[in-house]
């Protein structure tokens, strides 16, 4: 069976980042920290060099590559939440650890990775098979950041 792991490139902060999302997330854990044998570019020997982790069950990597590949928007963690409790835990979790809040559910940890803090109620409005409720949706997520659960559920309700 092939075996896959998501590999996040991170300034010499890999450890920290996954300590985070493991205190912050279900089904989230780190399992080991290898240190590097010798001096490497963006460190030295001893320094942490990978850190092996879970995140909501995705197997993950984090390396400590120093600063010259930045992560940015073209890869992001999407979340699924149920309730706009849940959204508001994870939302206020990323975002007041030194993160940044962006547009239509998205927002950024410290280390500069990408999140989507995705409601169900978001999702299923965006396919429902009406397409004024679709647009309706749409629109109205289009004002937010983080998503408001009722403010979706009443534009699905025109």
């Not at 896959?4 to 490139?9: E, F």
């Not at 996954?18 to 030295?44: E, Q, R, T």
């Not at 600063?67 to 073209?74: D, N």
């Not at 004002?143 to 699905?156: Q, V």
Request: proline share 6%; hydrophobic share 40%.
């Amino acid at each position: 069976m092939t075996d896959v792991t998501i590999c996040l490139w991170y300034d010499g902060t890999a450890e920290e980042a996954a300590n985070f999302y493991a205190s912050v997330f279900p089904d989230s854990s780190v399992s080991a920290v290898h240190y590097a044998p010798a001096d490497f570019p963006s460190g030295k020997a001893g320094d942490p060099l990978t850190v092996e982790f879970t995140v909501l069950g995705v197997k993950c990597l984090g390396l400590n590559g120093g600063p010259i590949f930045p992560h940015t928007e073209a890869f992001s963690f999407q979340v699924a939440t149920d309730s706009q409790e849940e959204t508001d835990r994870y939302w206020n979790a990323i975002v007041g650890n030194g993160g940044a809040e962006s547009a239509c559910g998205w927002c950024k940890d410290k280390w500069g990775l990408n999140w989507q803090i995705t409601p169900r109620v978001l999702t299923e409005g965006m396919a429902d098979p009406d397409p004024a409720v679709r647009s309706r949706v749409f629109e109205a997520m289009m004002t937010m950041h983080k998503i408001d659960h009722a403010a979706i559920e009443a534009a699905r309700a025109g």
